[in-house]
Nanobody
Framework: QVQLVESGGGSVQAGGSLRLSCATSGLTSSTYFMGWFRQAPGKEREGVAVIVNGGSTTYYDDSVKGRFTISQDSANVYLQMNSLKPEDTAMYYC?????????????WGQGTQVTVSS
């Protein structure tokens, strides 16, 4: 059974940085992508970034390109977020990604809140 546990969220001012972590367990060789998505109140889920599981190929949503960096080690997935903007405020979820182009997810954690003030 896959378990994903996020941490590292918090409140920062615009221009600041946060690093989110996702402790993973139960992943199998069938997991091709790991990633992050976010959801703000009243808004649809938004894919942020993905990384090929066990690899280095990454993809980003245009809204975060150049500011966010996804990475992983053997048991964790990270999201380094720099130059944060108020519009980045959302609950951030770590996820197994079924299809990045279609923003489809197989499983996800409980989320960690990121709040950016102007």
């Amino acid at each position: 059974q896959v378990q994903l546990v996020e941490s590292g969220g918090g409140s920062v001012q615009a221009g600041g940085s946060l690093r989110l972590s996702c402790a993973t367990s139960g992943l199998t060789s069938s997991t091709y992508f790991m990633g992050w998505f976010r959801q703000a109140p009243g808004k649809e889920r938004e894919g942020v970034a993905v990384i090929v599981n066990g690899g280095s190929t990454t993809y980003y949503d245009d809204s975060v390109k150049g500011r966010f960096t996804i990475s992983q080690d053997s048991a964790n997935v990270y999201l380094q977020m720099n130059s944060l903007k108020p519009e980045d405020t959302a609950m951030y979820y770590c996820a197994e990604v079924l299809n990045w182009a279609r923003r489809q997810y197989k499983s996800w954690g409980q989320g960690t809140q990121v709040t950016v003030s102007s």
